[in-house]
Nanobody, 124 residues
Framework: QLQLVESGGGLVQPGGSLRLSCTASGDTLDYYAIGWFRQAPGKGREGVSCIAGIPDTTNYADSVKGRFTISRDNAKNTVYLQMNSLKPEDTAVYYC?????????????????WGKGTLVTVAS
């Protein structure tokens, strides 16, 4: 059973950066698609970024394109989300999720395993 733990959230000023980590246990991530999702207060959960395939392919929501970067370190069984130029509207609980598929596009309903989330607050 794959388990995912997010870390790296916190309070940051607008324009600042954070790096989120999603560390897996119970299985290796090599053949999993990993997605980052977020849920802002009072809103639904939305997809932010996805990494999948061999070699990895990545995609991003339009709202974060050019500011966020997803990457994977299989040796550490960890996926990262580097977030730069953060805006107040990026404030949310960020979740990572996994689907055992090389071809997944990280659609919400296809994700099989979820972490518990880490809170990112962007405020001055």
């Amino acid at each position: 059973q794959l388990q995912l733990v997010e870390s790296g959230g916190g309070l940051v000023q607008p324009g600042g950066s954070l790096r989120l980590s999603c560390t897996a246990s119970g299985d290796t991530l090599d053949y999993y698609a990993i997605g980052w999702f977020r849920q802002a207060p009072g809103k639904g959960r939305e997809g932010v970024s996805c990494i999948a395939g061999i070699p990895d392919t990545t995609n991003y929501a339009d709202s974060v394109k050019g500011r966020f970067t997803i990457s994977r370190d299989n040796a550490k069984n960890t996926v990262y989300l580097q977030m730069n130029s953060l805006k107040p509207e990026d404030t949310a609980v960020y979740y990572c999720a996994a689907e055992k598929s090389l071809f997944s596009n990280c659609g919400y309903y296809g994700m099989e395993y979820w972490g518990k989330g880490t809170l990112v607050t962007v405020a001055s």
